[in-house]
């Protein structure tokens, strides 16, 4: 059984986070290689499909909702406060069940895909969900390609023939390679938050010409106020799993899991499916 | 009239292999080539001609990255020179040079889709969107690459250099026809083109009126045929 960390402790979640193994955790080297896995996760550099996203930020600009700085980190902060929360609940879900049950790879395919499943259910539009399992495998070729060793755990063929990651929602790949990687779940969260607020701004910048560096300022304001309320939620979220998973037999129930979403999200999704003149993949 | 200014792909260049080292085998998988350039050079018509060139030789697919990406998808169908189940988009969110260089999933994904189709034996073609002289292809994503450059672009872009004239396996000068018009030295441009090359192929073309297609043709048919013997 895996320790899920100290629950609501979010200062010490990455030396404490879920491990492969429980000595890792205690680790310093194996700390300074799930730093250096966080950091490369989320540089813009990473070849994981960022670029071509704009998360409804160019719909956004199409509508006129969104014209300068002040709009655009308002748009961010609606994701902040509501996708966020289920963002970092499923990604700290999928590191806990890749970490406590990779040695049954059965058991983990099937709760990859109830988790899966309820993600789905909390995206209304179907764009959206196409662009999240679009993201989801462009995440993991990179993820794959990078780290091919620990992402091997879940790569060959499971029982029933399938790939135990391919074809899932964006966070169910980075929640369960973040697990594989040693990353803990708190951390892994800040990195669902950075990617859910960093990428409609850094579209923004390119759509409305916005100063780089106030854009990024504004990006660290978002993070900084919102990471602990996010860090918190991956903390509760991955004991959770872990205290369900450890009763045998018990079915594993996600209906803790954040139902908060922005409807306007999902009419951008909508609407920017059917556009003709896109620039962005969302 | 074309000029075939440069062709010797026995070059240090090489016909075989896929570029740098680290490059994909293409055992198993239709052959790839990138056709990259500055915007209005004349790449999508020269994806297009290529098409109906080869499309009895081979079995073909397409990936466009325009900027606006179902335009030239749209353009390449409305020509009726493939399928439109063989022809994909790939949104690149203004960033088209990121999209074959640096970070090039989605298009993997798409070329991937297309082997499929196409078939170990096929040939696809990655048609870029309209960038700057330093944007190439990532050999990442694919076996060889075409830069297109057209003489109403200034015949001192030969000379300026930049990675897609000087790296590229084959530098196509499009529009020669223009010439006189524009008041282009194309022989400056051609002989500048080889300076910087270092043996590397180059092909002159006015590929609206069908001229010197056939000798891309067959470059892009020989490169194939080297890289699986």
Known sequence: MIDAGPVGDVGDTTSAGVGLDDTASDDTASDSTASAVLIMLTDGRFPSGGHAYSAGMEQAVTWGDVVDLATAEAFAIGRATT???????????????????SSDLAKTGDL??????????????APARQVSRQQGRRWLRAVRGVWPEPLARLSRPGPAGRDMMGGRHGWVVVGAATGLLGVGPADAATVALYELVGTPMWAAVRLLGLDPVATAGAVARLVAGHEPSVRRLAVTAAHETAQRLSVPGRPVDWSWISWSTAPMSDLAAEAHQRREERLFAS | MHRDVVVDGDRAVGLTGGGPSGS????GRAFRVGIGGPVGSGKTALVAALCAELKDVVSLGVVTNDIYTTEDADTLRRLGV???E?????????CPHTAIRDDIGANLEAVEELDELVGEDGLVLVESGGDNLTATFSYGLIDKQIFVLDVAGGDKVARKGGPGVTRSDLLVVNKVDLAPLVGADVERMLSDAVAV???RPVL????????GVDAVAGWVMAVRQAARC
């Open chain 2, 82 to 84: 493939l399928d439109a």
């Open chain 2, 24 to 27: 994909p085998s293409p055992e």
């Open chain 1, 112 to 125: 990859l895909d109830s988790l899966d499943a309820e993600t789905d259910a909390r995206m209304a539009s």
């Open chain 2, 204 to 211: 002159a073309t006015t590929v609206r009126c069908g001229d």
């Open chain 2, 197 to 199: 090359r270092g043996g």
């Open chain 2, 86 to 94: 063989r022809i994909k988009a790939v949104r690149t969110g203004c």
């Open chain 1, 83 to 101: 996708s966020s929360m289920a963002a970092a609940q499923v990604t700290a879900a999928a590191a806990t069940v890749v970490a406590t049950a």
